[in-house]
């Protein structure tokens, strides 16, 4: 089972409201991504988290907020965007970090929540 | 400079013919990974293939295989056999940096294969 699931699949906001993406897990894996894709173009990387803590972080504004409260939950709040934030945002998983390339890299992605700032 | 250049932005092929996806990447790491993803209209990123660069043989998976030129560093995705279903995005992307916890995946800009009846 490679399924990443994603929470909810379309979302509407205002500039001043505050609200949360969730994605899941149950492969066991200990990497988990926040990738931002707008229309035509490749996914960028946000945020990397390994074994729950944040690895990396790609110069995001603070209005956008991760969360990894377990291995299998990853979270992305939202506060005070703008219309240009405006984006599927996918979430992804792998095995692990690790220091030797293999398939393990190998990330599976969610189905994605399509974003709309108003 | 791009680390993963696909050169074509879109491609038409009739159903059933076999099609060939570009790929070229620029590493200095001996250790990486190369992955094709497929992305159709409905966003999800599907996980086609994965070929590391201590591999001595060309991946395959079902219908897609890759085509593995180290030393040119190509990493040409072949579908064979084309179906209506195929049509997506087809993104390639590279994994390097193996010996941090800091290591990311970079895509290519991506290729929309439209597959004709």
């Known amino acids: 089972d490679t399924e990443v699931t994603q929470t909810p699949k379309h979302l509407v906001m205002g500039m001043t409201n505050k609200k949360s993406l969730k994605c899941e897990q149950h492969?066991?894996?200990?990497?988990m991504y926040w990738y931002k894709q707008k229309a035509k173009k490749p996914p960028e990387l946000m945020f990397v988290y390994s074994y729950e803590k944040l690895s990396i972080n790609e110069s995001v504004p603070s209005r956008f907020s991760p969360e990894c409260p377990n291995s299998s939950l990853l979270n992305l709040h939202l506060h005070a965007l703008q219309p240009e934030d405006s984006a599927l945002y996918l979430c992804?998983?792998?095995?692990?970090?690790?220091?030797?390339?293999?398939?393990?890299?190998?990330?599976?992605f969610g189905p994605g929540t399509r974003l709309t700032v108003l | 400079a791009q680390k993963i250049t696909q050169t074509q932005p879109g491609m038409f092929v009739q159903e059933k013919e076999a099609v060939t996806l570009d790929c070229t990447y620029d590493t200095s790491d001996p250790s990486y990974g190369l992955f094709w993803y497929k992305q159709p209209s409905s966003g999800e990123m599907i996980f086609l293939i994965y070929q590391g660069s201590y591999d001595q043989q060309n991946a395959t998976e079902g219908r897609y295989s890759l085509n593995f030129q180290k030393a040119r560093k190509s990493a040409n995705l072949v579908i064979s056999a084309s179906q209506l279903g195929d049509s997506a995005m087809y993104f390639c992307a590279m994994r390097e940096g193996f010996y941090s916890s800091a290591s990311k995946i970079i895509f290519g800009s991506g290729t929309r294969l439209s597959i004709r009846p």
């Open positions: 492969m066991g894996h200990r990497a």
């Open positions: 992804a998983s792998s095995q692990d970090l690790v220091e030797v390339a293999g398939p393990t890299d190998t990330q599976y």
